[in-house]
């Protein structure tokens, strides 16, 4: 099905787009277009189109607003050395994709459309790709349920969309060591739920733990599973990995309640590949804690697509606070760091096919 193109009228002028992107951060600086295609019960997936980026009117009964119907995927181009544009993996995201909608009752958009939506619209928005060092333009799919009508079931209409967003390195001021509240109030998602589904309601029930991190003086939250409040899990949109001083790493099972990160993925392959003993097996927060006091444990780090990976400096709970190695950068979390990151931007040889160009 080939997108039908409308190009924006009215595009932002090239001097209002470089002020733009010359220090986008995350998630502010939207392009000139956007990506659209709708789904009814009748006519299946239709209209998928290109057109100038605008506001949506929505019905006040549409179903997303009240029942939460919606998940989305989050993924990024990478503008090479030599001109050329790749996006990472986005076979994979469209896989998630459709796990995403199975688990949420909604239809599952075919594979290449998933993927024939998003190079569409980064040919269309090339130029909203920052050149600036860690730059890169952010991939937002997401689909809603867009039926007006206030009865709890799937709907019969969907709408998925593609926003794309000039990116900057996440966090403010660059990669740094961050910190770590445990929470032991709230989890995240229980067996049989929705935590490996990457919808907005996870993010929806994570909010009120992280806000208690960021008022403990943490950086980010980390969950624990929901059973025996004992294993860790994850943290709000990243997972999780742990470096011992064997030079072994550990990161918690796919067990259905963890989000399938694929930076999470791709560092296990990168690990496995360089000989490093590998291991996706719970671990508790108490053995952290006594693995870092002891010098067994010796590097922490959160892995998304966002940020790619994060170090972790110190992790704090209710009654205890503990330092992950010196608080800094480790070199394996560096390493990781360095390896995604030269892959990513065609800086390395790409010996699993992750690359997937766009002419
Ligand atoms: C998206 C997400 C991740 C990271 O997945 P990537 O594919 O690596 O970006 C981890 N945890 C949660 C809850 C997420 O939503």
Redesign the pocket.
Known sequence: MPFAFVPNAAPIPASERAARIADPGFGRVFTDHMATIRWSDDKGWHEPTITARTTLTVDPATAVLHYAQEIF???KAYRHDDGGIALFRPD??AQ?FRDSARRMAMPELPDDLFIGSIEALVKADADWIPSIDGGSLYLRPFMIASEVFLGVKPAAEYLYMVLASSAGSYWKGGVRPISLWVSHDYT?AAPGGT?AA?CGG??AT?LVAQSEAMRRGCDQVVFLDATERRWIE??????IFFVFDDGSIQTPPLTGT?????????ILQLARDAGLSVREELYSIDQWREDAASGRLTESFA????AVVTPIASVAGPDYGFTIGSGGTGQTTQRFLDQLGAIQRGRAPDPYGWLHPIV
Do not use: F, H, V, W
Request: with cysteine.
């Open positions: 995927e989050g993924l994979a995201n998630r995240r935590g990457k996870n993010y994570s994850e943290l709000g949109g990243m997972n963890i989000l399938p990160g694929i930076t999470r993925a791709s892995c998304g697509t966002a």
